[in-house]
């Protein structure tokens, strides 16, 4: 796997090394020690499936707060999904900030998102699914979010009328 930095600190595209041959392709989706080898300290403690019928659907902006803040490796397995992190970490020097990327079947790349940072996505093909690993488990009541279209990080959307959940909806301005 190939680790690529961003501009934000902590998150990483990860390039898949795909192994081809007549029968198809395999690659390694998760490897504690090449984490570990990157300077990336990741305990999977669970992982979750998504699947979304509609184009243009955003699930997010989502994260957990402490002392349950989490660590999330995302991966498209259908379809393909535009990922926007946004840093809400006070400390770090992109407080605020927020990178897309374009992740889907085709290039198969993951996207790290560490703590204190949220993550939404908004689904650029019907029949989508995403594979998230995680380094904390779920827990409800410290589980939040940040409307999708708040003014303060103007986030760009590529498609402009998503579909949203009544919750996605309804998350206070930060």
Known sequence: MKFKKT????????EPEL????????FRAFCKKEN???GIHFDV???NRSFTRKRGTIRGLHYQTPPYQEDKIMYCLRGKIYVVVLD???NSSSFGKWLSFRIGEKNKNMIL???GCCVGIQTLTDKCEILYYMSEYYTPEY???????DPAFKIK?????????EKDKNWEYY
């Open 7 to 14: 501009k934000i600190k902590d998150v990483y595209i990860i």
């Open 19 to 26: 192994k081809k041959d007549k029968r198809g392709y395999f």
């Open 36 to 38: 570990k080898d990157a």
């Open 45 to 47: 403690v669970q992982a």
């Open 88 to 90: 809400l970490r006070r």
């Open 113 to 115: 998102v560490p703590k």
């Open 143 to 149: 589980y939040t979010g940040i409307r999708w279209d």
């Open 157 to 165: 959307w590529p498609i402009k009328k998503p579909f949203l959940s």
